[in-house]
């Protein structure tokens, strides 16, 4: 049976107005200190596409994937901010689906600008800072030393595992996948939204009893029961929509401009 996914947007109405993209591009490459975060390879941060140069509504998504592109040209938008640019897989010919939703953006006068680690560390709007504070954890410290910076945070409390969850499900709004490899009692948590799950190791190395991630490979529950340690799976969407969102809100703030957040969600 074929799976399809639902997009919808969150409207937030603000006057518009016309905001030269060269202009934002230069805030955001300095916010979010694109230049200095070193990345994988093919994250390609920063403007991917460029626009005829106005912006009057921005879009926020994880991915920047046919059906997010497909709606935001639908929804008026010229600016679309993603975690997840346009080219993961490196250099490849323009053909097919690729070739397809590129056009879709030329043709709808879509600019595209994707941050992936700058995002995730951000202070004020990476996802990492802001699932934290859904949590409740007003005091963290850096961890996780990945690409020459520590990406990740970690939080003292005093919670039961299934307390934390409960918190962490309200956060994303969806379920968590809970391997209760560690104590009942949580004392020490570590966060690092998306794919880290194969960190599992690292994160037990630095004393902590329980991490919280997006997704892992299949041997990082066994890793997390053989090393003592919880392991909460949220959903490498989940875990990583909130830096978008406050990107755009940011953005909408600072040039006066309306923004929506679209929504494609992958079960991952």
């Given at each position: 049976?074929?799976?399809?996914?639902?997009?919808?947007?969150?409207?937030?109405?603000?006057?518009?107005?016309?905001?030269?993209?060269?202009?934002?591009?230069?805030?955001?490459?300095?916010?979010?200190?694109i230049?200095?975060?070193?990345?994988?390879?093919?994250?390609?941060?920063?403007?991917?596409?460029?626009?005829?140069?106005?912006?009057?509504?921005?879009?926020?998504?994880?991915?920047?994937?046919?059906?997010?592109?497909?709606?935001?040209?639908?929804?008026?938008?010229?600016?679309?901010?993603?975690?997840?640019?346009?080219?993961?897989?490196?250099?490849?010919?323009?053909?097919?689906?690729?070739?397809?939703?590129i056009?879709?953006?030329?043709?709808?006068?879509?600019?595209?600008?994707?941050?992936?680690?700058?995002?995730?560390?951000?202070?004020?709007?990476?996802?990492n800072?802001?699932?934290?504070?859904?949590?409740?954890?007003?005091?963290?410290?850096?961890?996780?030393?990945?690409?020459?910076?520590?990406i990740?945070?970690?939080?003292?409390?005093?919670?039961?595992?299934?307390?934390?969850?409960?918190?962490?499900?309200?956060?994303?709004?969806a379920?968590?996948?809970?391997?209760?490899?560690?104590?009942?009692?949580?004392?020490?948590?570590?966060?690092?939204?998306?794919?880290?799950?194969?960190?599992?190791?690292?994160?037990?190395?630095?004393?902590?009893?329980?991490?919280?991630?997006?997704?892992?490979?299949?041997?990082?529950y066994?890793?997390?029961?053989?090393?003592?340690?919880?392991?909460?799976?949220?959903?490498?969407?989940?875990?990583?929509?909130?830096?978008?969102?406050?990107?755009?809100a940011?953005?909408?703030?600072?040039?006066?401009?309306?923004?929506?957040?679209?929504?494609?969600?992958?079960?991952?």
């Amino acid at each position: 049976m074929t799976k399809h996914h639902h997009i919808t947007a969150r409207p937030h109405a603000i006057k518009k107005s016309n905001s030269p993209l060269a202009g934002i591009k230069k805030h955001l490459d300095e916010y979010l200190d694109i230049e200095g975060v070193k990345d994988w390879d093919n994250a390609w941060n920063g403007l991917q596409i460029e626009n005829s140069g106005a912006v009057t509504k921005i879009g926020a998504a994880v991915d920047a994937c046919a059906p997010v592109i497909e709606a935001a040209a639908g929804r008026g938008v010229d600016l679309l901010l993603v975690h997840h640019g346009l080219f993961w897989r490196g250099v490849q010919r323009f053909e097919g689906p690729f070739l397809r939703k590129i056009k879709t953006a030329l043709d709808n006068n879509l600019a595209i600008y994707s941050a992936h680690l700058p995002l995730d560390v951000h202070p004020k709007a990476g996802n990492n800072a802001l699932l934290c504070a859904a949590l409740g954890f007003k005091r963290t410290k850096p961890f996780f030393f990945e690409k020459g910076r520590f990406i990740g945070l970690q939080a003292r409390c005093s919670l039961s595992r299934s307390g934390l969850v409960a918190r962490l499900e309200k956060a994303l709004g969806a379920p968590v996948h809970v391997c209760p490899g560690g104590p009942a009692r949580v004392s020490r948590v570590g966060v690092v939204t998306g794919g880290a799950g194969g960190g599992v190791p690292k994160a037990a190395a630095e004393g902590l009893d329980t991490f919280i991630t997006g997704e892992g490979q299949h041997s990082s529950y066994i890793d997390a029961e053989e090393l003592g340690i919880n392991l909460l799976y949220g959903g490498h969407y989940r875990t990583e929509t909130f830096g978008v969102k406050a990107l755009a809100a940011h953005l909408s703030r600072r040039f006066a401009l309306p923004w929506e957040f679209i929504e494609h969600p992958t079960g991952l």
